[in-house]
């Protein structure tokens, strides 16, 4: 085995790059502006704590640093090793996390589903918001039901958000991994919620997927437009 991978597996090396990580996105979010939409989110949002936050796959690196201070929130992180230091990043930014797979698909019982979507529940319950990412894996972009029966079975609404940096590299993996720049133009935009009847039927959980996903591609698109657009004058 090649030593820089040995050494990737030691837990001092994932904690070291798990800060640094994290410190990095605070430098990121202290050295650029953001503009958020809609503008009362914070307070919309607040009222309903808690809630359940969906985003898409690879474009949820500023979200702990974006978040409104002392909204206690948790994180679904995945298992595998890359996970760990995600989570060591999260934990270090304040936002608790949950280990498992929020995918309802075959694998679910062995990426550790059920013990995370109950875990979820009772997060919920205890008053955290949760995390997540709406995609399916290795499916950039198309909703899952994961996060519509977590809602169902919760009771609490889906708020989508984007977060998007005029400065940023974008990775060429299957999430489109969005590595975001310090000194940027910043923008955060959510989503009207999406609210799933306790009682809904299969239909009616399709619907509320396909909703959820047409808002969260609206709102991602609208978050680029904003930092992506010339400036006034130039």
């Known amino acids: 085995m ?36 809609p ?8 009222a309903e704590q808690p809630v359940i936050l969906a985003l898409w796959h690879g474009q949820h690196f500023l979200l702990p640093v974006a978040r409104e201070a002392g909204v206690p929130a948790k994180l679904l992180i995945s298992r ?3 996970g760990e230091i995600n989570a060591i990043a999260a934990e270090w930014l304040g936002v608790g996390t949950i ?5 309802l698909g075959k694998t679910f019982v062995r990426k550790g589903g059920v013990a995370a979507f109950q875990a979820m529940l009772e997060a919920l319950a205890e008053g955290f918001s949760v995390v997540l990412s709406a995609d399916v894996p290795k499916v950039a972009r198309v909703a899952g039901l994961g996060i519509i029966k977590l809602a169902q079975a919760s009771g609490r609404p889906i708020y989508g958000a984007a977060y998007a940096t005029n400065h940023r590299f974008v990775l060429n993996n299957w999430d489109r991994t969005t590595i975001n720049l310090p000194f940027s133009r910043g923008s955060g935009v959510a989503t009207e919620p999406v609210r799933v ?3 809904a039927d299969a239909e009616a959980l399709e619907a509320c997927r396909s909703l959820l996903e047409d808002r969260l591609s609206a709102a991602t698109q609208r978050a680029y437009e904003i930092v992506d657009r010339p400036r006034r004058g130039v």
Not at 99 to 103: A, D, E, I, K, L
């Open 197 to 199: 009847p306790v009682d």
């Open 39 to 46: 503008a009362d989110i914070y307070a919309r949002v607040g």
């Open 99 to 103: 280990r498992g797979s929020g995918n």
């Open 2 to 37: 090649p030593l820089w991978k040995d050494i990737g597996r030691q837990r001092w090396a994932k904690v070291a790059l798990g800060v640094a990580s994290a410190e990095y996105l605070r430098f990121v979010a202290a050295t650029s502006r953001f503009a958020i939409e």
């Open 80 to 82: 595998h090793r890359d």
